[in-house]
């Protein structure tokens, strides 16, 4: 088995392989993530007014509404459990429990025919294009890097973008519970120097939070509205602590480019208002997959041509 791995010609596909299995698993992430998120911000928000309504100096009609707080927190701790992993996968329709048969990644999509094997309702397209994707881009790095911590890097960065950037697309959150983790787990990685010195890694890190950070609050400061959020600094800190400070200015440069076309279209094409926001998550991310793979040529290309 050893020996098997690290063949050139087989761990690409041992990559691709294993790809298509966390892509399945990418897409509970992406469900459920934002649903955990919500259940809990609801029962902190509870418990933070019926404490406020429990103080001497809160007003009257709050001291009145303590009583119903109070049974709406234990009606929000008596939902029943609901993580990654429980309760199982089921239909949205009829909530017909999803068998390890009908879960197969792509091929039960196929042999269904993109529909429920129950109540024949139609499966978004989106579960097997997540899965699609995270095969290919795993079989790439498979191809790329070959069998090394390197690979290993890659493929965790990997994933990760692509759960943010689904994530930030359905919802426009972007979860500390995948950027902040993130951020640490590149400055382990390049602790050894996996995929960018230290110092870079460090650096990288830094300058992502800062960068955007500051054109935050020029905006904010210029025209008093908000631009992006905070989740945007925090998935470039992940992206410059992974692959180093020199890749940010081509993740910045790419990233602020697509966006700024896909928003224009979305405008002009598609009647979309400038009010509404658009998530730059998705952008940050295929640009950082974009650096990942090609990022060196880029540089390259770009200063030579400076």
Request: net charge positive; hydrophobic share 55%.
């Amino acid at each position: 088995m050893p020996a098997l791995l690290t063949e050139p010609a087989v761990f690409p596909w041992l990559c691709l392989l294993l790809g298509l299995l966390v892509g399945s698993f990418l897409n509970v992430v992406i469900h459920r993530l934002p649903i955990m998120l919500q259940r809990e911000w609801r029962t902190q928000a509870v418990e933070v007014l019926t404490d406020w309504a429990g103080e001497p100096g809160a007003p009257e009609p709050a001291r009145g509404l303590k009583g119903a707080l109070e049974r709406l927190a234990q009606s929000l701790q008596a939902l029943p459990r609901y993580t990654l992993v429980v309760p199982r996968s089921a239909c949205p329709a009829c909530k017909a429990p999803i068998g390890a048969l009908h879960n197969i990644p792509l091929l039960s999509y196929i042999a269904l025919r993109g529909r429920c094997a129950k109540c024949r309702h139609r499966i978004g397209v989106r579960y097997p294009l997540v899965e699609l994707a995270t095969g290919v881009l795993s079989g790439l790095i498979g191809w790329k890097f070959g069998f090394s911590a390197a690979a290993a890097a890659a493929l965790i960065f990997t994933w990760a973008m692509i759960a943010a950037a689904v994530i930030d697309l359905d919802t426009q959150l972007l979860p500390d519970d995948i950027t902040l983790p993130m951020v640490w787990a590149g400055l382990l990685f390049n602790l050894f120097g996996v995929l960018a010195p230290l110092q870079s890694a460090l650096i990288g890190a830094m300058a992502g939070y800062l960068s955007l950070w500051a054109v935050y609050w020029l905006f904010k400061l210029t025209t008093g509205k908000e631009g992006m959020g905070y989740g945007d600094f925090k998935l470039l800190a992940a992206i410059g602590a992974f692959l180093g400070w020199q890749m940010l200015p081509v993740v910045i440069l790419l990233s602020s480019l697509v966006g700024a076309v896909v928003g224009i279209c979305l405008i002009l094409f598609a009647g979309r208002q400038r009010q509404v926001p658009i998530p730059f998550g998705p952008y940050l991310a295929a640009a950082g997959l974009l650096a990942l793979f090609f990022g060196p040529e880029i540089n390259h290309t770009y200063l030579r041509f400076l």
